[in-house]
């Protein structure tokens, strides 16, 4: 008896979806055990607890301060001179040290003038020639053989070659170069050999027992500025600090800066020099801000941090400082008043870690 093929091919379809089914059912069991056995509920680690921590706190104030204005000058001496020559002539000596002391009257510098030398004998020698005609006339007019007007005449050139012999001598004096004052001779601008002619600097002097600080203020500010005014000054790379007195104001601003210079007299114990460079400070209107203690801000690169006390834990925050005033800087952002602010015990401290403030 034959089978037909259709009823075959039927019955070989259901015995092949038959194995394919079990096969699923095999795999689907298989990933079903492996889901479950890999399943596990996650592991909780137990946070360890911050022991709280012993700080100093206070509270960020808001303070009424005077806006400051720094203004840059520099240190000069209240007496000081740049010789200059009145005669032309090559320097033959030169007695000058920069830096070292001399008094008044100390010869600094001598300048050769071959050609005053000769004036100055050509003078008294004129002189000697008018004093002894003088002395001639005036025996013949004790045996009255010349008039009373010779005598005069006579008398006349006697004078005028005396003062010539003294406007010589006079210009020959001027080659010597002598100190006018007590102090330090702080440049030198010439050397021997060199022409000196009226007009050309060859030294500068100055008294460094008496100084002051100039400054140009602009215009905006100026009213700011009084006679008599004591104003603080930072001196050079140290930073002294010293206060002065405002002495003189220059009525006039300068047409292309638009400033006013003024001097400060400094006091005697500034330990200062000549042409130091400073910063004065200028006090304007008052204005409200943060000051909080300096050792409170910490910088780490470019940041500075500041840890502050929210609910009695510890806060890190990012504040932004502006100028310093003594121990205290002023706060520009990152705090606001009534933060509680960690001013000491801040070391080891951690992000959230309680504090405790005696």
Known sequence: MKIPSSSGTAAGGSLQQFGWGRAWAGVLTVVATLGWGCHREPEVKAVPTLAAAKVRTAPVQENRHPAIEEIMGSVRSRTRAVMESKVSGRIEHMHAVPGRMVKAGDLLMEIDVPEIRAKVEQARAVALQAERDY??????????????????????????????????????????????????????LADVGDLAVPGKPLLELEDPRDLRFEADVPATLAEWVKPDQQLTVRLGTSGERVTGTVSEIEPSADPISRTFRIRLDLPATAEARGGWFGRMALPLAEMPILLVPTNAIRT???????????????????????????????????????????????????????????
């Open 135 to 188: 002395e001639r006339v005036a025996g013949l007019f004790k045996q009255e053989a010349v008039t009373r007007s010779e005598l005069e005449n006579a008398e006349s050139r006697r004078g005028v070659a005396q003062a010539g012999v003294v406007e010589a001598e006079a210009m020959l004096k001027y080659a010597r170069i002598l100190a006018p004052f007590e102090g330090v001779v702080t440049r030198k």
């Open 300 to 358: 780490q690169g470019q940041m500075e941090l500041a840890w502050v006390v929210v609910d009695g834990r510890a806060t890190l925050r990012i504040v932004k400082t502006g100028k310093r005033m003594g121990s205290e800087l002023e706060i520009l952002s990152g705090l606001t008043v009534g933060d509680v602010l960690v001013v000491s015990g801040q070391k080891g401290l951690q992000e959230g870690q309680p504090v405790v403030a005696p």
